[in-house]
T-cell receptor, first 117, second 111 residues
Framework: DSGVTQTPKHLITATGQRVTLRCSPR?????VYWYQQSLDQGLQFLIQ???????AKGNILERFSAQQFPDLHSELNLSSLELGDSALYFC????????????????FGPGTRLTVL | GENVEQHPSTLSVQEGDSAVIKCTYS??????FPWYKQELGKGPQLIID?????GEKKDQRIAVTLNKTAKHFSLHITETQPEDSAVYFC??????????FGKGTRLHILP
């Protein structure tokens, strides 16, 4: 058990809908990262939040957004869903290094499997 | 931006033999190289990492080597066991917390 929790475990929805995925980081971790994992694309970095502020952006679509709350949990919002958005979505957390210092280990949650029909 | 290439995509080895997975990275500023193992139905888990100031690191049956000049790093698993069957990801980072992953290697340990 990594200490990172994600809900829900599974989510089935229809095209055009909007969903929210939730992540609680390990106790003491200030950084939260979101990744998308599809069959042929490996782990794609979407976005990182550090202590409530957006820190880095990856290949995140404009239809997707995220935020990190004062209690450090994070939510990933996916809207106007398309069939191609079906994937596993992972959240990871780390203590997070100060800008410019060495990267820290990321601890992954169990993931949310999203199926868009 | 950084790009990480990983080979092979699938690897089958006989139980007890060694397995080697190779990765290359594009950004010479990368200085942190973790390897993650993902078992079926679970999230990736860090198994070993190496920083750019060392060329090799070993932890029991797992070792990682780094060649900064060639921008190449490898994972070596010796005396493979059935529980080593999983998907393995290499990754690279410049130390800004952003980690770029390879596409993964599915390792099958044959009885």
């Amino acid at each position: 058990d990594s200490g990172v929790t994600q809900t829900p475990k599974h989510l089935i929805t229809a095209t055009g809908q909007r969903v929210t995925l939730r992540c609680s980081p390990r106790s003491g971790d200030l950084s939260v990262y979101w990744y998308q994992q599809s069959l042929d694309q490996g782990l794609q970095f979407l976005i990182q939040y550090y202590n409530g502020e957006e820190r880095a952006k990856g290949n995140i679509l404009e239809r997707f957004s995220a935020q990190q709350f004062p209690d450090l949990h994070s939510e990933l919002n996916l809207s106007s869903l398309e069939l191609g958005d079906s994937a596993l979505y992972f959240c990871a957390s780390s203590v997070s290094a100060v800008m410019g210092a060495l990267a820290n280990e990321q601890f992954f949650g169990p993931g949310t499997r999203l199926t868009v029909l | 931006g950084e790009n990480v290439e990983q080979h092979p995509s699938t690897l089958s080895v006989q139980e007890g033999d060694s397995a080697v997975i190779k990765c290359t990275y594009s950004d010479s500023a990368s200085n942190y190289f973790p390897w993650y193992k993902q078992e079926l139905g679970k999230g990736p888990q860090l198994i070993i990492d190496i920083r750019s100031n060392v060329g090799e690191k070993k932890d029991q049956r797992i070792a990682v080597t780094l060649n900064k000049t060639a921008k190449h790093f490898s994972l070596h698993i010796t005396e493979t066991q059935p529980e080593d069957s999983a998907v393995y990801f290499c990754a690279a980072s410049k130390g800004d917390d952003k980690i770029i992953f390879g596409k993964g290697t599915r390792l099958h340990i044959l009885p």
